[in-house]
């Protein structure tokens, strides 16, 4: 039997979801937005990371104690064919250089990896339609919504990216709880379907679930509640 998407077609179609989506990881963000994008409804999703299920990977991230040793990739195939009917593509690599078209999900737990698909994938390549950078650090996460061909968006972005060895003021990327990887999927999955229906998401949303506060930036305003 294949799902049936008429609860949500007021929302959003699925021939509106027909464009390629790739996603750089498959761990504490990327594992539940993978989820979050296939029940929505994406039928082209494309997930890399080279990496292989730790017990540390299981309180934070989609997996089970019978994945442990797997790649992540592998592992999230399995678990999404199961909950969703659907097989996306999987690579056992980190994303490589090169065009990616379509939406591009950063989801990666290091600054030298986001910088690095930044530059090598995303950075005024005409293909890419939309770049989400998604952060995260303990209860606190950050979503950075990008037109990857606007020099204004480019330079503003880049303004974004430090080293690893500079403390973010708002995360900590070794830190993560479960629920918070929920809701930073959640809004990762608002925001493609908003580009979906030809909306244009914040530049910047930040949640803090400690304050339980919700905040957005525009390309030329201040936060706001």
């Not at 299920?53 to 991230?61: A, F, G, I, K």
């Not at 996460?141 to 690893?164: C, F, K, M």
């Not at 403390?167 to 959640?186: H, K, M, N, R, W």
Request: with cysteine.
């Amino acid at each position: 039997m294949t799902a049936e998407y008429w609860r949500q077609e007021e929302l959003v179609r699925l021939d509106q979801l027909q464009f390629p989506v790739t996603l750089a990881g498959a761990g504490g963000i990327g594992s539940p937005v993978a989820l979050a994008l296939a029940k929505l409804g994406c039928g082209d999703l494309t997930v890399h990371d080279p990496d292989v299920v730790e017990p540390h990977n299981l309180p934070n991230q989609l997996y089970g104690p019978a994945d442990l040793g797997r790649p992540k990739v592998e592992a999230l195939g399995d678990i999404l064919e199961r909950l969703t009917g659907r097989r996306l593509r999987t690579h056992v690599q980190r994303l490589p250089s090169g065009e990616h078209p379509g939406v591009v999900v950063a989801a990666v737990d290091s600054m030298a990896a986001r910088s690095r698909i930044w530059v090598e994938s995303v950075r005024m390549q005409p293909a890419v339609r939309l770049f989400i950078d998604a952060r995260m650090g303990g209860e606190v996460g950050r979503i950075l919504t990008v037109n990857a061909s606007d020099p204004d968006d480019v330079e503003r972005y880049e303004s974004t990216l430090h080293g690893d060895d500079e403390a973010d003021p708002e995360l900590c990327f070794q830190q993560a709880v479960g629920y918070s990887t929920l809701v930073i999927a959640g809004l990762v999955a608002a925001v493609v379907r908003r580009f979906a229906v030809g909306g244009q998401a914040p530049f910047e949303t930040v949640v803090d679930l400690a304050t339980l506060t919700l905040l957005t930036r525009s390309p030329e305003g201040a936060l706001r509640g």
